[in-house]
């Protein structure tokens, strides 16, 4: 007998990795050939005589507050392909002839590191800089886990904290974005305020920004094949009977406990009433996507592994090139990642190419001069959850009305978004409480 966890993204991983390390026997269900869910890697050849690439489906972000994530990384033996900034330090760049603006923090203890770098910040006026200030210092006192707060919108709080539009798009919107993929007049104002409380008020090293240095399929899916010890993949998981039995590829299992690690689509067709009678209400948490635009270069365009862009289609940039296991020689590959897609999700590559190649030129100006060697797209139509007010409160609990049987991904009540720290948090939840109902279990 063991514990069944279903799902082989971060979050079941995650519950697995625990429960194993707590000398439990886990078996790990994966419908696909490989684990990571969300975030994977593929090889793609290369064009015409270009190099191959190895390519991550999505640039994906930490910041030094990701403790549960960077804990499993740890765990797997992989922490050591993450760059961590020492401090956080942002270039924002734009697509006009102004000069680059930049963010970055002081040795001052938080919430005080982030305050020069905002009283200098050039693309606000000293006014607008003032009542940033203030409009910070009283999200300190929102309280994100207050129901009233969750069916707010941060665009509605903004406007009634005197941000104006320049601020939302320099300042607001960097952040937010990117957090919870999703605009500020459609961000939940409870997760929002969570992101900034968290990574921008709080300890002054949290918002540090750590990015990938190698693909994501050997950061998280092939690190976790070679930890857990019983990992069945291209396996389907048919249904969870109860919170000791399951079907998997038409055959009965059972198991002392399951955790469900899956997309709440998927988890609502698997799970038996008993165990969420309200699971009909997770569909109102819908889904935004990301879109990730990738370009080789003949050459170096980008100076930086990464820099915010404003007024602008591409929003983030970053440099790739090593990460893909592209020699510089052959140029540089940089990814651009799209936030709240919708506009995107279904537009064609050519679409794509026309707008983004010269948004690119204009943020980065020895784009204007290099060759593109290729250009491709890849887009995650489901991304996250649809983060908008009212979605913390379809967001279900660990555990459910069947014991033994316990849920986890991103998507639910950790009270972070969903994010990869999120992910992990929620597999660590579900493996505590299962641990628990095993503990009961053998004192019985």
Same mark, same amino acid.
């Given at each position: ?18 429960? +194993?390390?707590?000398?439990?026997? $886990?078996? *790990? ?17 290369? #064009? ?17 507050? &990701? ?6 990384? +740890? ?12 401090? &956080? ?16 923090? #002081? ?12 009283? #200098? ?14 409009? @910070? ?37 960097? &952040? ?74 038409g055959f009965p299992v059972d198991a002392e406990a399951v955790i469900v690690a899956v997309p709440h689509p998927a988890a609502a067709a698997l799970v038996p009433e008993a165990a969420c009678?309200?699971?009909? @209400? ?12 990738? $370009? *080789?270069?003949?050459?170096?365009? *980008? ?5 915010? $862009? ?21 140029? +540089?590959?940089? @990814? ?12 064609? $590559? ?9 948004? *690119? ?14 250009? &491709? ?9 649809? +983060? ?8 279900p609990a660990a555990e459910t009305g069947v014991p033994g049987l316990f849920l986890a991904g991103a998507w639910t009540a950790t009270g972070w978004p969903d994010t990869m720290e999120g ?22």
């Amino acid at each position: 007998m063991s514990v069944a966890v279903v799902g082989g993204g971060l979050a079941g991983i995650a519950a697995a990795v625990a429960l +194993q390390e707590a000398g439990i026997e $886990v078996e *790990l269900y994966e419908a696909r050939p490989r684990l990571g869910g969300a975030t994977h890697s593929f090889q793609r050849a290369g #064009t015409d005589g270009g190099p191959d690439l190895t390519v991550d489906n999505g640039q994906h972000v930490l910041l030094r507050a &990701f403790t549960a994530y960077r804990g499993l990384l +740890q765990r797997l033996g992989t922490a050591h392909g993450i760059d961590l900034q020492n401090r &956080f330090d942002l270039r924002i760049l734009t697509p006009d002839e102004r000069p680059e603006a930049r963010l970055r923090r #002081t040795g001052l203890p938080g919430p005080m590191h982030l305050l020069p770098a905002l009283a #200098t910040y050039s693309l606000l006026s000293p006014a607008e800089r003032l009542r940033a200030a203030s409009a @910070s210092l009283a999200m300190r006192k929102v309280n994100p886990d207050d129901p009233h707060v969750d069916a707010m919108s941060l665009g509605y709080w903004l406007d009634r904290h005197g941000q104006s539009d320049r601020t939302r798009r320099y300042l607001w919107e960097l &952040f937010v974005t990117a957090a919870l993929n999703c605009g500020v007049d459609e961000a939940s104002l409870g997760l929002s305020a969570m992101v900034i409380q968290k990574a921008l008020l709080g300890r002054a090293d949290a918002a540090d920004i750590g990015v990938p240095r190698i693909p994501l399929g050997e950061l998280h899916g092939r690190a976790a094949e070679k930890t857990l010890r019983g990992v069945h993949l291209k396996t389907k998981v048919e249904q969870v009977v109860s919170g000791n039995r399951l079907v998997v590829d038409g055959f009965p299992v059972d198991a002392e406990a399951v955790i469900v690690a899956v997309p709440h689509p998927a988890a609502a067709a698997l799970v038996p009433e008993a165990a969420c009678p309200d699971r009909g @209400s997770w569909a109102g948490l819908a889904s935004s996507p990301i879109v990730d635009v990738h $370009v *080789l270069y003949d050459r170096p365009v *980008l100076d930086s592994p990464f820099a915010a $862009v404003v007024d602008s289609p591409v929003q983030w940039v970053f440099d790739r090139t090593s990460a893909a296991g592209l020699d510089p020689e052959h140029g +540089q590959y940089v @990814s651009s990642v799209v936030s709240a897609a919708g506009q995107w999700i279904d537009a064609p $590559v050519a679409q794509i190419r026309r707008a983004f190649l010269p948004a *690119l030129a204009e943020a980065l100006p020895r784009a204007r001069r290099a060759r593109v060697a290729e250009f &491709f797209v890849t887009r995650e139509r489901h991304a996250t959850f649809r +983060q908008t007010p009212g979605s913390g409160a379809l967001r279900p609990a660990a555990e459910t009305g069947v014991p033994g049987l316990f849920l986890a991904g991103a998507w639910t009540a950790t009270g972070w978004p969903d994010t990869m720290e999120g992910a992990v948090r929620s597999g660590l939840t579900a493996a505590r409480l299962c641990r628990r109902h095993l503990q009961k279990g053998n004192v019985r």
